[in-house]
Nanobody
Framework: QVQLVESGGGLVQAGGSLRLSCAAS????????MGWYRQAPGKQRELVAT???????NYADSVKGRFAISRDNAKNTVYLQMNSLQPEDAAVYYC??????????????WGQGTLVTVSS
């Protein structure tokens, strides 16, 4: 089974930038779409951005033009470059991966989350 480990969260002032990383390890036949979701206190978890194995990306409207998702398939790592951060971007950010196990079963995997705090 694949494990996801996020890093790069922290405290930043409004208007600043952060880069999140998520490294996948463990056994999988393939890792397909990877993405980032976030959950602010009292709110539901929401999609931020996804990237398919071939590179096609998808973004939430709220982050278009400010955030950029990328991946390094050789390293099984996905990144989220976050620019022009605003207080409303503050949340726990979770990495997500859609995998195919060695037994040819679909398995969705989540990371433990990394906290992003934005001060105004």
């Amino acid at each position: 089974q694949v494990q996801l480990v996020e890093s790069g969260g922290g405290l930043v002032q409004a208007g600043g930038s952060l880069r999140l990383s998520c490294a996948a390890s463990g056994s999988a036949f393939s890792i397909n779409t990877m993405g980032w979701y976030r959950q602010a206190p009292g709110k539901q978890r929401e999609l931020v951005a996804t990237i398919a194995s071939g590179g096609r990306t998808n973004y939430a409207d709220s982050v278009k033009g400010r955030f950029a998702i990328s991946r390094d398939n050789a390293k099984n790592t996905v990144y989220l470059q976050m620019n022009s951060l605003q207080p409303e971007d503050a949340a726990v950010y979770y990495c997500n991966a859609l995998t195919i196990t060695p037994a040819w079963k679909s398995l969705e995997v989540w990371g433990q989350g990394t906290l992003v705090t934005v001060s105004s």
